[in-house]
């Protein structure tokens, strides 16, 4: 058996066996396996990166120092711009934490408002209910 032709009765028992596996477990295993090969396609092109810079190096016959010079500058704009994106991230952190707590308070004042508003209709009904007593009451003393 080989990898580029396996025999015709082991891609029947492969199909039989990926019947026996629920689907979202199947669905979560090439997911994880997708992403696997994203991550090293990525780790691949940063090691063939790697490589073309140091064949550049050896074949500069010792002419580096400019090389050297110009990876370090880019070290240097790379550390920049992630000095810049961690304030960036800094800042929208503290604008969300803003809003949140901009939101709980508006919660909170609903609340309250939702409460006195209760309050407020209770305490009509009440004003109405000692007018009608008084209406009765003197309505009995004047007859």
Partial sequence: MTVNRPPKDDGRNLKDRLEDIPRQRLVEEVVSRWDDVIR?????????????????????DGSDGGLVAELEEQV??????????????????????????????????????????????????????????????AGGHSS
């Fill in 40 to 60: 090293l396609e990525g780790e691949l092109a940063s090691l063939r990166r790697r490589v073309r810079e140091a064949e550049l190096v050896a074949t500069s």
């Fill in 76 to 137: 240097r704009v790379a550390d920049s711009k992630i000095r810049h994106l961690e304030g960036v991230v800094q800042n929208e952190r503290a604008r969300r934490e803003g809003v949140e707590a901009e939101t709980s308070r508006l919660g909170e004042l609903q609340e309250e408002n939702s409460r006195l508003l209760r309050n407020e209709e209770e305490l009509l009904l009440l004003v109405l209910d000692m007018e009608a007593q008084i209406d009765r009451l």
